[in-house]
Each structure stands twice: as C-alpha cells, then as structure tokens.
C-alpha cells in the first residue's frame, strides 16, 4: 500500500517537473524569438532621413588641355547651375544594441552621428565654350556629376543641416521606442548621452 502510494506521488511529481520544465523552455525559445525578430526588425529600416535641404549653387568650370610641349593650350569653360537635394539622416546598421530577454528589454548603447545619405544634381549648362583641341564630350557629363556633388558636399557645414539632424536624433531614438513596444518590450537608452532637454521629453 505504501509502495504504491510512494509510486503514484513520484509520477505526480515527475509530470509537473517534467510539464514546468518543457514550459519554462517553450517560453524562453518564443522570448529569444521576439528579440532576434526585433532587433532584425528594427535594422530593416537601414537609414533614417531626418533633413532635406535644397542648393543652388553657380560653378565655374575649366578645363586646359596643352599640346607641343606645352606651347600651345586650349581651355573649354563653362557655368553650371547645380540644383541639387541633399539628405541628411542616419545609418542604423551602426547602431549598437542588443536584447536582455529576461526583462524584455532592447538596450541601446550606441547611437551613429548624422551623415550625407544622398546628394542629388541637375546640371543646367550657360556659356558653354569649347577650345580649339579640348571640346566637351559626353564622358565630361560623369566628371561634372562628380565635381558637382564635391562642391555641394563641401557647401553642407556651413548651411546648417548637419547641427539640425543632430537635433532630431531624439526622433529616431522614438522610432525605435515605437518598433520595440510593438512587442510589448521596452527601450533602454540609458547609455545614451543626451541633453536635458531631450530626457524630459523623452520620458513625457
């Protein structure tokens, strides 16, 4: 009778150990799920454009050409203007961070400065002159691309773009925020070096 009994309560005993421990597992495997899935997630993304800026700019273009041991040269000009759009924003595959799936959190721990993500020129042509051996030719088109997106490049420091995407970090920080609570996880940016004033409105 007391075999018996002892038996019976050991097969009670090794049901639950064994139900509890197959549950803890299953759990675990879906958490690490959510996170590999989020953190995946939010790196699809790729970059963020946070600021636009429009340029038109005047070049002036020169190009010398010299013949018989430099006795002779032939010079071809032109004005260009370049119209061209600028964005600025970030590039979140340079972002650090990495899930602690006990408590469901992404913490963030390193947050890429803004960068140029694209220049785009329209070239208009005015005064075109050719020389007498040094003509423009459709390889010259590639050449101005790429001396025009150079100047433009060269005009971003000074126009301020770059010092308002760095304002606006905060609102990437928030997108993030959003994609993880979408699982119910949450954000820890704590690492982040950010101003008060982003931490106020940040935790508002």
Not at 146 to 170: F, N, V, Y
Request: charged letters at 30%; a neutral charge; hydrophobic letters at 40%.
């Amino acid at each position: 009778m007391i075999e018996s009994f002892l038996g019976l309560l050991l097969g009670i005993v090794s049901t639950f150990w064994g139900y509890s421990f197959f549950k803890k597992k299953e759990s675990k495997e879906l958490t690490t799920h959510q996170s590999t899935v989020l953190l995946e997630k939010i790196k699809s993304v790729c970059k963020l454009i946070s600021v636009e800026g429009d340029f038109a700019e005047i070049y002036k273009y020169e190009n010398t050409k010299e013949r018989f041991m430099s006795l002779v040269s032939s010079k071809k000009k032109a004005l260009i203007l370049i119209n061209a759009k600028v964005q600025i924003g970030y590039d979140l595959k340079k972002i650090f961070m990495y899930a602690d799936t006990k408590n469901k959190k992404i913490i963030l721990e390193q947050f890429p400065q803004p960068e140029v993500l694209s220049i785009v020129p329209e070239l208009e042509f005015y005064d075109i002159k050719n020389g007498f051996f040094n003509s423009f030719t459709p390889d010259d088109l590639t050449t101005l691309n790429q001396e025009a997106k150079k100047h433009i490049k060269d005009k971003i420091p000074e126009s301020g773009l770059m010092d308002t995407a760095s304002r606006e970090a905060l609102e990437a920080v928030l997108l993030i925020e959003s994609i993880v609570q979408t699982i119910g996880w949450q954000l820890d940016y704590s690492a982040l070096e950010l101003t008060e004033a982003k931490k106020k409105l940040l935790d508002t």
